[in-house]
C-alpha cells in the first residue's frame, strides 16, 4: 500500500498513543485526560496554536503550512470519547475503568489524527491553514454541535472539514465513501400511556395500558411499512417497554414506552414524528386512555458535499488503489453538525475481520494507522499544495 513512509516509521509510536488511550476510556464530555494528553501531544509537534475547552472539553490545533497567501483552511476532525461497555477484548492494553471502553475505535480516530497532524507540523508541505479538530462526545452527547456553537467555524475561518471513520467487515487500510446523505438522522421518542388500573381478574373495571401499548408497538411498525414510500430508509425501533406495577395480579395504571427512530431525509424526518404522535393519541383514545408523546430531535443526516466527495475518494485511491461506494448507513454520527456548517466529506476506513463497532469484543485494528494518517495528510497537501 503507498501509504507515507513517514507513518510507517511513526507506527509503533502512534499504536503506543492509541492503546494508552484505549487504556483509559472516558464517556461523552469526561475526556479530561484525553484531552490533555491531546493538547499536550499538539505542543510537542510544534502547532502554532493549541486551543483547549471547545465544545467544552475539545481541543483544537492550528498548523500553518510554508505559506498561507492562498487563504484556504481546512479542517480535520477526530472523536475522543468511548462508550459505557464491559470490555471483553482480552487484550493488555484492556479498559482499567469498569463500564467503560473504546469500543467504537475513536481511541484510533484520535491517535491516527495525531500522527497527521505530527507529520504535518514537520513538514510543513502545504499552502493554507489546518485546524485539528478533537471532538468530545459524539457517542449521543453532541458534541460536535457544541464545538460549533462555540464558534469554532468562524474562529479559525474553517472553509472545508473532513472526518474518518474505521469500518469493520472492510479489508485493513481500504476506503469506503458516500456522497450525499450517508448517515442516518438519529431521533428518540418517549411515550407515556395513562389509563385506569386495577384487579387483572376484573379487566373490565379498568383501561388496560398494557394491551394499549401493546397494540401500539406493533402500530409504529406501519409508518414503516404503510406510511413511507419503499425506497425511502427509516427505521422505528420500539426499545423499551415499561409497566408501574411489577405484581402478576395488577393491570398497570401507566406504561412508559421508548425507541428511536432513523432517517435519511428530512422530510421522511417529520413524517416519522407527526405519525408517532398521531398513532399514538389514535390508539389511546381507541382504548380510552391518554397518550403524551415526546419526540427528541438528535443528530440530523449526516450529508457529504458532492466535489469534496469526489475528492477525498481520489485520496483514498492514490493511498490504497481503490474507494468504494459506501453503503447508506443508518446509524448516526455528529459530524453531520460540522457539515450542516462548511461542506466536506467523511470517509470509512477498513478495520479488517474484526467484531462490528459497539460489541464488548471490538478492538481498533493498528495496523490501519499508516492508510488513515495518510489520507488525512494527502488531503491537506493537495488540497493546499505548496507552490
Given at each position: 500500500?503507498?501509504?507515507?513512509?513517514?507513518?510507517?516509521?511513526?507506527?509503533?509510536?502512534?499504536?503506543?498513543?492509541?492503546?494508552?488511550?484505549?487504556?483509559?476510556?472516558?464517556?461523552?464530555?469526561?475526556?479530561?485526560?484525553?484531552?490533555?494528553?491531546?493538547?499536550?501531544?499538539?505542543?510537542?509537534?510544534?502547532?502554532?496554536?493549541?486551543?483547549?475547552?471547545?465544545?467544552?472539553?475539545?481541543?483544537?490545533?492550528?498548523?500553518?503550512?510554508?505559506?498561507?497567501?492562498?487563504?484556504?483552511?481546512?479542517?480535520?476532525?477526530?472523536?475522543?470519547?468511548?462508550?459505557?461497555?464491559?470490555?471483553?477484548?482480552?487484550?493488555?492494553?484492556?479498559?482499567?475503568?469498569?463500564?467503560?471502553?473504546?469500543?467504537?475505535?475513536?481511541?484510533?480516530?484520535?491517535?491516527?489524527?495525531?500522527?497527521?497532524?505530527?507529520?504535518?507540523?514537520?513538514?510543513?508541505?502545504?499552502?493554507?491553514?489546518v485546524v485539528v479538530i478533537f471532538q468530545p462526545a459524539e457517542e449521543g452527547g453532541g458534541g460536535g454541535k457544541e464545538m460549533c456553537e462555540d464558534g469554532m467555524m468562524d474562529r479559525w475561518g474553517i472553509q472545508e472539514v473532513y472526518g474518518m471513520h474505521n469500518w469493520p467487515g472492510k479489508p485493513v487500510g481500504s476506503f469506503a465513501i458516500r456522497e450525499g446523505a450517508f448517515f442516518a438522522a438519529t431521533d428518540q421518542f418517549d411515550i407515556h400511556l395513562e389509563g385506569r388500573g386495577g384487579h387483572a381478574a376484573k379487566p373490565h373495571e379498568t383501561v388496560d395500558t398494557t394491551v394499549m401499548a401493546a397494540q401500539l408497538v406493533l402500530a409504529l411498525q406501519t409508518i414503516a411499512s404503510r406510511n413511507a414510500d419503499p425506497v425511502d430508509q427509516i427505521v422505528v425501533s420500539v426499545t423499551s417497554f415499561e409497566t408501574s406495577s411489577k405484581a402478576f395480579n395488577v393491570i398497570p395504571q401507566r406504561v412508559h414506552i421508548k425507541g428511536t427512530v432513523r432517517t435519511q431525509s428530512k422530510e421522511m424526518r417529520a413524517l416519522a414524528e407527526k405519525r408517532i404522535k398521531e398513532i399514538a393519541a389514535g390508539i389511546a383514545t381507541t382504548f380510552g386512555g391518554t397518550a403524551d408523546v415526546d419526540y427528541h430531535l438528535g443528530y440530523p443526516v449526516m450529508v457529504n458535499s458532492p466535489e469534496q466527495t469526489e475528492f477525498a475518494a481520489e485520496v483514498a485511491k492514490s493511498i490504497s488503489g481503490q474507494c468504494d461506494e459506501a453503503p447508506i448507513v443508518m446509524g448516526g454520527e455528529d459530524f453531520a453538525f460540522m457539515l450542516e456548517e462548511r461542506p466536506g466529506a467523511y470517509i470509512l476506513v477498513g478495520n479488517g475481520d474484526t467484531a462490528m463497532v459497539h460489541h464488548p469484543e471490538y478492538n481498533f485494528n493498528d495496523e490501519a494507522i499508516p492508510a488513515g494518517c495518510s489520507w488525512w495528510a494527502e488531503i491537506v497537501e493537495r488540497r493546499m499544495p505548496a507552490a
Open positions: 500500500m503507498p501509504v507515507k513512509n513517514r507513518f510507517a516509521e511513526l507506527q509503533n509510536e502512534i499504536t503506543a498513543w492509541r492503546r494508552d488511550i484505549h487504556e483509559h476510556p472516558e464517556i461523552l464530555f469526561e475526556t479530561h485526560r484525553t484531552s490533555a494528553l491531546v493538547a499536550e501531544k499538539l505542543r510537542e509537534f510544534g502547532c502554532d496554536e493549541v486551543t483547549e475547552g471547545i465544545g467544552r472539553t475539545g481541543v483544537v490545533g492550528v498548523i500553518k503550512g510554508k505559506s498561507d497567501s492562498a487563504g484556504k483552511v481546512i479542517g480535520l476532525r477526530a472523536d475522543m470519547d468511548a462508550l459505557p461497555i464491559n470490555e471483553q477484548t482480552g487484550v493488555e492494553y484492556a479498559s482499567k475503568t469498569p463500564n467503560a471502553m473504546h469500543a467504537c475505535g475513536h481511541d484510533g480516530h484520535t491517535a491516527m489524527l495525531l500522527g497527521a497532524a505530527k507529520y504535518l507540523s514537520e513538514t510543513r508541505n502545504f499552502d493554507g491553514t
